[in-house]
């Protein structure tokens, strides 16, 4: 039996390999604002973290550019990168066996939830969630800490026993937004986090037998 109470999972780079949709619609979003185009190396450190945060952070755009860069990137990441994505070895396995054990089951993403939810209906794992819970549309709730929140109030509202919640990500930013919310984190080594980022995880696990392990669950 697991020893936690309720499941928190990031998506990208951890249920998903979503990263060659979002890369792509970056560098057509550089394209489209006239600039020159990340090489992949460096468009492959947006995907994970807030997408206006990385605006700021990575591209270095001010409020108002930033807006219409996002603008842009939506339109193409709707219309030709949003189901350019592959779920990751053994990973549904272990969504059956937390469904199956009645543990109740989130998905906390940085990702806007509508799009979150789309992606995981089309490989059909919506079903095994308590809650899909993700960013806000107008990005005003993309924090990672915000969306754990998010996260466990819902689950709360649904009566579920939080005294022992767990996130499993693959980004220091999972693991930080987590712990602003006393929540541990499990981290896995199969998404787009460096191996430093890990540091604060209660487990690093290299493989979804070594998660289901380190939730105390054997695959269904």
């Keep these: 039996m697991s020893d936690y109470t309720a499941i928190l999972f990031d998506l990208d780079g951890t249920i998903l390999d979503?990263?060659?949709?979002?890369?792509?619609?970056l560098a057509y979003t550089y394209?489209?604002?006239?600039l020159p185009v990340p090489a992949p190396a460096k468009l492959l450190e947006w995907v994970g973290p807030p997408i206006m945060d990385s605006f700021r952070d990575l591209a270095g755009f001010d409020p108002e550019t930033s807006l219409r860069a996002l603008a842009i990137y939506r339109e193409h990441y709707?219309?030709?990168g949003i189901l350019d994505a592959t779920v990751y070895p053994g990973v549904?396995?272990?969504l059956?066996?937390?469904?199956?054990?009645?543990?109740?089951?989130?998905l906390a993403t940085s990702k806007p939830e509508s799009t979150a939810t789309l992606m995981l209906r089309h490989v059909g794992l919506d079903g095994y969630f308590t809650e899909l819970t993700g960013a806000s549309e107008d990005e005003t709730r993309s924090a990672k800490k915000d969306v754990v929140a998010e996260a466990l109030r819902r689950?709360?509202?649904r009566g579920a026993d939080l005294a022992h919640p767990v996130l499993v990500g693959d980004r220091s930013h999972d693991v930080h937004g987590a712990a602003e919310n006393d929540v541990p984190t499990i981290f896995v080594t199969w998404g787009y986090?460096?191996?430093?980022?890990?540091?604060?995880?209660v487990a690093v696990v290299d493989t979804a037998a070594e998660l289901a392990s380190a939730l105390g669950l054997t695959p269904a």
């Design 31 to 34: 394209e489209a604002m006239g």
């Design 78 to 80: 709707v219309q030709s």
């Design 92 to 94: 549904p396995e272990v």
């Design 193 to 201: 986090g460096a191996p430093e980022e890990s540091a604060g995880t």
């Design 18 to 25: 979503s990263a060659p949709g979002i890369t792509s619609s």
């Design 96 to 106: 059956r066996a937390i469904s199956a054990a009645g543990i109740p089951l989130s």
């Design 155 to 157: 689950l709360r509202a």
